[in-house]
């Protein structure tokens, strides 16, 4: 169970840019009910913004006719929703069973000794930011890591620090 | 021991793409399919013995049978690509290779039950995944195979994609619903069950990706086709995913029936680095632990697993080599469960809180064996006595490991030390 709970003001209003408007208007008419689009606003809201600020919940609750704590309690039970701003590049690695049994522990403390990231923090210059999630669904190419989407299977600790390198 | 019938189109150069999926067969079942009654497509699907390949083996059109006839409301179709439960990752195959095949079958079982508007729930993290199945569907509406008149017949079929955000929980079917309907996903109480009750109070059918996908090769070839692979009461083709301690791990579709250990050695080209088997998970995480000696007269259908007191599942095979300390595994699986449990109900939020918390005290060498029982009570105590099987798919596994393993639990208590082996190498 999740333990996410605290939302972030940046002090600013938010809105959908023209894409995310086309497309939040798109998607509404698929659904019957206007609250259906509550996990697909968010979504076009991390897009846009890379993560869900405390406006950004204001803004799609009035967008769609709906309370802001209805907004709020799927920002806050779907993990995959940032609530704060995120590294540069955000690695996620695998700790699930396959990935746990094919060394992903490796691969998590290179991260911690060589890169200075340990999970649920950043680097300090911003650059990367770590989690470690739960099953990617990649076990039969584990380890598996994914950075901002991208998944690189069959990971290693060579291999992580060549692709590292290639992230500016 | 391979076939190809789901993964036909696997090894094809864009397959994902109309023009190439259309080359290799792609949409020639729908002018068969719309010569059929809907009753005679679901009769079909009966004979065919297709059961469910989400991890519960329902026979599907079976399911199809339970919609109440004339509500008056519209019926739901609800693609189940949440694809969540550890040492699953066939369905991701077939988003990405075969697309074309998922929407055919989308059309054959909307067609059969009478349903006009689907919603494909995908994983949040499968991101580039979502991307090639949505320009799929794009494609499908530009050639006519979906929108107003599929395939040029009086039948109007509208697919949208609903991207889940991380909970493996929505995996459930009510709890898919309760995540479209754009809410926290926390799994309904049933019944009423979703054919009766369901997305937006209406029938619904929650079908898995990979039951979906084998529909156009049913209604190509026939029930009888499809029975002649797998057993009698298991019949067709399943994608089974091998991961763990193998050399060859992957994704291979295999009839069901065979013998886990000869597919585990001749598919999946054996234990690795030529280590002795410590255990194999049968069907994805949640399924109770084979010993090697059980393993051995196991074959992979529905009621081997069973006669087993495990559980077909997912078809997720997980291979674990005499290296694998087994108090550390379960740590990693009630991590799991723990993390994901939804939070509506006491037994599974706070017994898996407490299941972690004993669990790592015996890891720490702070354990009594009373902890070991308790832990094992936990179990029994916690499952069933929620409103989803979220729990079960951790306690099950856990007593499964304690009682087939307690011998490393009790190690930890007096020696304070895993009891493992040292690898045999080469």
Same mark, same amino acid.
């Given at each position: 169970m999740s333990d996410r709970s605290q939302l972030i003001s940046?002090?600013? *209003?938010?809105?959908?840019?023209?894409?995310?408007?086309?497309?939040?208007?798109? &998607?509404?008419?698929?659904? *019957?009910?206007?609250?259906?689009? %509550?996990? @697909?606003?968010?979504? &076009? /809201?991390?897009?846009?913004? +890379?993560?869900?600020?405390?406006?950004?919940?204001?803004?799609?609750?009035?967008?769609?006719?709906?309370?802001?704590?209805?907004?709020?309690?799927?920002?806050?039970?779907?993990?995959?929703?940032?609530l704060h701003p995120m590294g540069k590049y955000h690695i996620c690695v695998c700790r699930t069973l396959s990935c746990w049994l094919r060394g992903k522990q490796e691969i998590v403390d290179y991260l911690r000794d060589e890169v200075g990231i340990t999970p649920g923090n950043q680097t300090e210059d911003g650059r990367f930011s770590l989690e470690e999630v739960e099953c990617l669904g990649h076990c039969g190419t584990a380890p598996v890591v994914q950075i901002n989407g991208e998944f690189y299977e069959n990971m290693d600790v060579e291999k992580l620090k060549s692709l590292l390198a290639t992230l500016k | 021991m391979e076939v190809k019938i789901l993964s036909a189109k696997f090894d094809i150069k864009n397959s994902n793409k109309l023009k190439t999926a259309k080359k290799h067969g792609a949409y020639q079942t729908l002018e068969k399919l719309f010569s059929m009654e809907p009753a005679e497509v679901i009769e079909e699907v009966k004979n065919s013995g297709l059961r469910g390949r989400g991890g519960a083996g329902f026979p599907a059109g079976v399911k199809w049978s339970f919609l109440p006839k004339d509500t008056g409301k519209p019926v739901y179709l609800a693609v189940n690509s $949440?694809?969540?439960?550890?040492?699953?990752? !066939? $369905?991701?195959? %077939?988003?990405? !290779? $075969?697309?074309?095949?998922?929407?055919?079958?989308?059309?054959?079982?909307?067609?059969?039950i009478g349903s006009h508007d689907t919603y494909i729930y995908v994983r949040g993290e499968y991101t580039t995944q979502v991307k090639v199945l949505q320009a799929a569907i794009d494609e499908a509406y530009k050639a006519g195979y979906l929108g107003e008149k599929v395939a040029g017949h009086?039948?109007?079929?509208?697919?949208?994609?609903?991207?889940?955000?991380g909970a493996y929980v929505c995996g459930e079917e009510t709890a898919l619903l309760e995540s479209i309907e754009g809410r926290k996903g926390q799994p309904r109480s049933k019944p009423p069950f979703p054919a009766v009750s369901g997305l937006y109070g209406c029938p619904t059918i929650i079908n898995n990706v990979q039951s979906i996908a084998s529909l @156009?090769? =049913? #209604?190509?070839?026939?029930?009888?086709?499809?029975?002649?692979? +797998? /057993?009698? !009461?298991? @019949?067709?083709?399943?994608?089974?995913? =091998?991961?763990?301690?193998?050399?060859?791990?992957?994704?291979?579709?295999? @009839?069901?029936?065979? *013998?886990i250990l000869e597919v585990i050695d001749k598919v999946a080209g054996g234990v690795w680095k030529g280590r002795k088997l410590k255990a194999v998970i049968p069907g994805g995480s949640s399924t109770p632990v084979l010993l090697p000696e059980e393993a051995a007269t196991t074959?992979?259908?529905?009621?081997? #697993?069973?006669?087993? !007191? /495990? #559980?077909?599942?997912?078809?997720?095979i997980v291979v674990l080599d005499e290296t694998v300390n087994i108090v550390e595994l379960v740590q990693n699986l009630i991590n799991f469960y723990h993390h994901e449990s939804c939070g509506q109900c006491t037994p599974c939020r706070e017994g &898996?809180?407490?299941?972690?918390?004993?669990?790592?005290?015996?890891?720490?060498?702070?354990?009594? #064996?009373?902890? =070991?029982?308790? &832990?094992?009570?936990?179990?029994?105590?916690?499952?069933?006595?929620t409103v989803c099987v979220?729990?079960?798919?951790?306690?099950? *596994?856990?007593?499964?490991?304690? $009682?087939?393993?307690?011998?490393?639990f009790e190690a930890y208590v007096t020696a304070n030390e895993p009891l493992v082996a040292e690898a045999t190498e080469e």
């Open positions: 940046t002090g600013e *209003p938010f809105q959908f840019d023209k894409k995310r408007d086309a497309e939040f208007e798109r &998607l509404a008419k698929r659904y *019957p009910t206007r609250e259906s689009m %509550i996990l @697909p606003a968010l979504w &076009l /809201t991390q897009e846009q913004e +890379g993560w869900v600020s405390q406006e950004a919940i204001a803004y799609i609750a009035d967008r769609i006719g709906t309370f802001a704590s209805k907004v709020y309690e799927a920002a806050t039970f779907y993990t995959m929703y940032n | $949440d694809e969540s439960e550890p040492a699953t990752f !066939k $369905d991701r195959y %077939i988003l990405v !290779k $075969d697309p074309h095949m998922m929407i055919e079958g989308i059309i054959i079982c909307s067609y059969a009086d039948f109007r079929l509208d697919v949208t994609v609903h991207r889940g955000a @156009p090769f =049913i #209604m190509q070839e026939g029930a009888d086709a499809y029975k002649a692979y +797998g /057993t009698e !009461k298991s @019949p067709g083709t399943h994608l089974f995913g =091998i991961s763990g301690h193998v050399e060859k791990p992957g994704l291979y579709e295999l @009839p069901l029936g065979l *013998p074959t992979l259908d529905y009621e081997s #697993m069973a006669e087993h !007191k /495990t #559980m077909f599942g997912s078809g997720g &898996l809180g407490w299941m972690k918390k004993i669990t790592q005290k015996i890891l720490k060498g702070e354990g009594s #064996m009373a902890d =070991i029982d308790l &832990l094992r009570e936990l179990c029994d105590n916690i499952e069933m006595k979220l729990s079960a798919a951790c306690t099950m *596994p856990v007593r499964s490991y304690l $009682d087939k393993f307690r011998h490393e």
